[in-house]
């Protein structure tokens, strides 16, 4: 009989996946964008060069303030990079980053990366291939999971309210 009981677990694991496992993928998801938008943003921030082309760009697709506009990007990939890597304040910084996600498309990536004049189905591959539109997929994702419960926010909830089923 525990044969047949490993075998149902396996079996709902990979064909249906299994609750006690969510907080793995979130984990992983959470932690991972959040070290790449730290990564980011102190590159824009503190990184001169870095920082001097990212207000070039923003000047050559005509955003107002471009060294403001820059500070601010730069500013929101790093804090909410860091805030994501430890859980904190996770569906207010997947919110800020899905904004700068699609500003980034609707500004540089779909004038600047995908070609004119293409068919319908041509645009979809190249839009779908941008590496923001999977990000804000994620966002999404994280915003509707929540941070899981390695992080700040469900041990702030935890305290607050009390014991919660929430992964």
Same mark, same amino acid.
């Given at each position: 009989?525990?044969?047949?009981?490993?075998?149902?677990?396996?079996?709902?694991?990979?064909?249906?996946?299994?609750r006690?496992?969510?907080?793995?993928?979130?984990?992983v998801a959470?932690?991972?964008m959040?070290?790449?938008?730290?990564?980011?943003?102190?590159?824009?921030?503190? !990184? &001169?060069?870095?920082?001097?082309d990212? @207000?070039? +760009?923003?000047a050559?697709i %005509?955003?107002?303030?471009? *060294?403001? #506009?820059?500070?601010f990007?730069?500013s929101?990939e790093?804090?909410?990079?860091?805030?994501?890597?430890?859980g904190?304040?996770?569906?207010?910084?997947?919110?800020?980053?899905?904004?700068?996600? !699609? &500003?980034?498309?609707?500004?540089?990536? @779909?004038d +600047?990366?995908?070609?004119? %004049?293409i068919?319908?189905? *041509?645009? #979809?591959?190249?839009?779908l291939?941008?590496?923001q539109?999977?990000?804000?997929?994620?966002?999404?994702?994280?915003m509707?999971?929540?941070?899981?419960r390695?992080?700040?926010?469900?041990?702030?909830?935890r305290?607050?309210v009390?014991?919660?089923t929430?992964t």
């Amino acid at each position: 009989m525990a044969d047949q009981s490993k075998f149902n677990f396996l079996l709902q694991a990979a064909l249906t996946g299994h609750r006690s496992l969510e907080w793995l993928p979130i984990f992983v998801a959470r932690f991972s964008m959040g070290l790449f938008f730290c990564v980011s943003g102190y590159n824009k921030l503190f !990184i &001169v060069e870095k920082h001097e082309d990212l @207000i070039k +760009l923003m000047a050559k697709i %005509g955003l107002p303030l471009p *060294d403001l #506009m820059a500070l601010f990007l730069g500013s929101v990939e790093f804090f909410g990079g860091i805030f994501l890597m430890i859980g904190l304040l996770n569906t207010l910084c997947a919110i800020a980053l899905t904004i700068a996600m !699609i &500003v980034a498309i609707i500004t540089v990536e @779909i004038d +600047l990366i995908i070609p004119k %004049g293409i068919g319908f189905f *041509d645009w #979809m591959s190249w839009f779908l291939y941008l590496p923001q539109v999977m990000y804000v997929i994620i966002f999404i994702w994280l915003m509707t999971t929540g941070p899981g419960r390695f992080s700040i926010d469900h041990i702030i909830v935890r305290k607050m309210v009390g014991d919660i089923t929430q992964t």
